[in-house]
């Protein structure tokens, strides 16, 4: 009994270290691409290289003056926000449906909402070119905003259903007890109590639009393109460094969304 | 309490009627024809196991519910077809129900914002209605800063601050622990009384039911099976259901045995009889019919033995501070219980053979 408890924790210990040896080496693996592209973006050749030979920031300026590029971020964004406007409102309302208002349509609803998670984007994106190209609005503003919304929707309905099924439903029957009506109930208590899953939702639907190269490649025409397609058109016919200056601070943007979206959901009674 | 807090908090309760309640869901009837009329100012408990229909017809009065058939009036008014924040009706909930994102001050302010009071008169009676259930100088705490009891405390307050004729408690102190529980039975009576408010309150505890209400209506399958005092529901059961339910009680089996205009109640497995007085449903009844008597521990007396009453062998005493549980085996098998003064158990020892007495007139038999 005494010798086998050493030899157990030896083991035990062993199997540890290859544990955490190949959780490392998997990590590496992930992050290490991602890495890679910040030296290069500072790097001063006209090509992509790496490792740098001296640091620059060069190509950040370049990006910063290239009116194409900053044509591009500035569309990312006002179809990112408003995507995130549209889809936090109607994936909100359909959350409140699925899970308050249909006693038995709530799974069905529920379904239909999420399809678009299922459904590889390839796919979605063909439908959604031929569709839109029918009634006019492919490669508009517009038509970005509605086909990023249906890919970003069920993310906002599933994590503001999630927050209003752990919501005492008692606490709105109380709203309206006091003298509030049932839309007033949900707009003063339910809405400002699952705050920080609104913001989450949010923050999803946001970088689903931004991060989108799918179905912008379909759907964009030559002069209007999101960032995600620009940076593709870049590595097709001229790679140079403002691509990596793109992707890292993609990642650091993305990254610093992400981690807003975190600290919400760990801090949701603060 | 100032004079001015309690002029900001006064109550006009107004009788509430329900009539001709009833409420399906699928096959099972929740509600079963049910008629209850409540007085104004009255504190009435609706008492029952889980699934009895009680917290349907609370759920139903606040609007929270549609009623099937059935009308529900305040003060006269039929408020069936109201929503439920048009009904002016004050809520307590058993988990608190309070708003998490809202200050103690806030939330009782929230009626009085949904009524368009503001400024100092809703200032002056959120204060009136924290110093109301004593707690002055909360207002600006956060509820998660709170215990359970001051939680409910507040959700008290605001379900009092705009004056509703009617308050709903829906086993309201179902989360506290025992002594708070008690606590809070005679602060929410105090209140009751103090404010002369119409409370109608939803509990499975019979306890509670018995202490706090001025008439409890016993529940079960939907249907009420007495509506009456406390003291008549412990005293004079309508039924099995309500004698098994509310309080500790003997059910004696055996038949009914003429004797000339009077009765006669024979304990089975025995040729033991006891004298009935005072009962309900005589009309009903033939010789030699199947029945129960229920009789209270706290009426059955232990003592020599007679010839041709009641009798038993003691198979334990259970002291309990000032009384004593004695558990005696009848001659059918079944056990009865009496709970004697420690004094009149002196002589009383286990394996002793006893009889049995009560008062005739404070029992009730059902016909089985």
New interface residues.
């Given amino acids: 009994m005494a010798a086998s408890v050493p030899s157990r924790q030896r083991s035990v210990s062993l199997g540890r270290l290859l544990l955490v040896f190949f959780a490392g080496l998997v990590l590496v693996f992930l992050a290490l691409p991602t890495i890679v592209v910040v030296p290069v973006s500072l790097s001063p050749t006209e090509y992509l290289s790496f490792p740098p030979e001296s640091l620059t920031l060069r190509w950040y300026g370049e990006f910063l003056t290239d009116e194409k590029w900053v044509r591009a971020t500035l569309l990312s964004l006002r179809i990112g926000l408003s995507v995130t406007l549209l889809t936090t409102i109607v994936g909100t309302m359909a959350a409140l449906a699925i899970v308050r208002g249909l006693r038995g349509g709530g799974p069905l609803v529920n379904a239909l909402v999420t399809a678009p998670l299922v459904i590889p984007t390839i796919v979605y994106a063909i439908a959604i070119l031929l569709f839109f190209s029918k009634i006019g609005v492919s490669g508009s503003f517009w038509g970005f905003v509605f086909a990023h919304s249906a890919l970003a929707v069920p993310y906002v309905v599933l994590i503001v259903s999630a927050a209003l099924y752990r919501f005492?439903a008692?606490?709105e029957?109380?709203?309206?007890?006091?003298?509030?009506?049932?839309v007033?109930?949900i707009w003063?208590?339910t809405l400002?109590?699952i705050?920080p899953a609104l913001a989450t939702g949010a923050i999803f639907a946001f970088l689903t639009s931004f991060d989108d190269a799918t179905v912008s490649f379909f759907l964009a025409n030559l002069n209007d393109v999101t960032l995600p397609r620009k940076m593709f058109e870049n590595l097709q016919f001229f790679v140079s460094p403002v691509l990596a200056v793109v992707a890292t601070l993609l990642t650091l943007f993305t990254l610093a969304l992400f981690g807003a979206a975190q600290w919400l959901r760990t801090n949701r009674?603060g | 309490m100032n004079p001015k807090a309690r002029e900001l908090v006064s109550i006009h309760g107004k009788p509430v009627a329900v009539r001709g309640l009833t409420k399906a869901y699928g096959a099972v009837k929740a509600v079963d024809d049910v008629t209850l009329e409540v007085n104004a100012g009255e504190f009435v408990a609706l008492l029952g196991p889980s699934g009895s229909g009680k917290t349907t017809i609370l759920m139903t009065i606040a609007g929270f519910e549609t009623p099937d058939i059935g009308t529900i009036e305040v003060g006269g008014r039929d408020i069936t077809a109201l929503p439920a924040g048009k009904r002016e009706i004050g809520m307590v909930f058993q988990r608190y129900a309070l708003f998490p994102h809202m200050t103690v001050a806030e939330n009782i302010a929230f009626p009085l914002k949904m009524r368009k009071i503001g400024g100092r008169d809703a200032a002056a009676q959120v204060e009136a209605a924290l110093a109301m259930v004593r707690l002055e100088g909360y207002g600006g705490r956060r509820i998660g800063q709170l215990s359970g009891g001051q939680q409910q405390r507040v959700a008290l307050a605001r379900a009092m601050v705009y004056q509703p004729p009617l308050l709903l408690m829906d086993e309201p102190l179902g989360a506290l622990d025992k002594n708070l529980r008690e606590e809070m039975q005679l602060e929410i009576k105090r209140l009751q009384k103090k404010l002369g408010a119409t409370v109608v309150y939803v509990t499975h505890d019979q306890g509670e039911a018995l202490t706090m209400a001025n008439r409890i209506a016993v529940m079960s399958d939907g249907r009420i099976q007495q509506f009456a005092t406390p003291m008549e529901i412990y005293d004079r059961p309508a039924n099995l259901f309500v004698a098994g339910f509310v309080g500790e009680t003997n059910l004696i089996d055996g038949e009914l045995a003429r004797d000339g205009a009077a009765w006669r109640f024979r304990l089975a497995g025995s040729a033991d009889t006891v004298a009935l007085e005072g009962q309900d449903a005589v009309d009903g009844w033939r010789d030699g019919m199947r029945a129960k008597l229920m009789v209270r521990p706290e009426l059955v007396r232990v003592g020599p033995i007679r010839d041709g009453a009641p009798s038993g062998l003691v198979e334990e005493l259970i002291y309990s501070g000032g009384t004593v549980v004695c558990m005696v085996r009848l001659p059918s098998g079944a056990m009865a219980t009496a709970r004697i003064a420690a004094a009149d158990a002196a002589g009383v020892t286990v394996g002793d053979t006893v009889g049995l007495e009560w008062p005739a007139d404070r029992v009730r038999v059902f016909a089985a």
């Fill in positions: 005492d008692s606490t029957l109380a709203a309206q007890s006091l003298g509030a009506s049932r007033q109930a003063h208590v400002p109590a705050r009674n």
